[in-house]
């Protein structure tokens, strides 16, 4: 499975951005899929999951009720919506699939994407 990440950038604290995971491949609508992040000189933390059934999410502790993941099984994405951003969220955006069960560690995913920069500003 292919992965692509897009709609990172460039935004003021408190704005949003909506980030996107396309696949190349049918399957992955049985796919779960999460977003991680790595800030510089951080190492790379898990950010959400989102269960193949689309039914089951899961948040980091410094996410939950700012950012929202979602899937759309027919276009194949997975989307990362990303409310009240404050300059800590700024980091390199990675999403990531599995057959495996809503892991949180970066060894549960055996497929990823390129990344995209999302850089909130102060």
């Known amino acids: 499975v292919q992965l692509q990440a897009s709609g990172g950038g460039l935004v003021q604290a408190g704005g949003s951005l909506r980030l996107s995971c396309s696949a190349s491949r049918r399957t992955f609508s049985r796919y779960t899929v999460a977003w991680f992040r790595q800030a510089p000189g951080k190492e790379r933390e898990f950010v959400a999951a989102?269960?193949?059934?689309?039914?089951?999410?899961y948040y980091a502790d410094s996410v939950k009720s700012r950012f929202s993941i979602s899937r759309d099984k027919p276009k194949n994405m997975v989307y990362l919506q990303m409310n009240s951003l404050k300059p800590e969220d700024t980091a390199v955006y990675y999403c990531?699939?599995?057959?495996?069960?809503?892991?949180?560690?970066?060894?549960?995913?055996?497929?990823w994407g390129q990344g995209t920069q999302v850089t909130v500003s102060s």
């Open positions: 990531a699939a599995d057959t495996a069960w809503m892991g949180h560690a970066i060894s549960e995913y055996e497929y």
């Open positions: 989102i269960s193949w059934r689309g039914d089951t999410t």
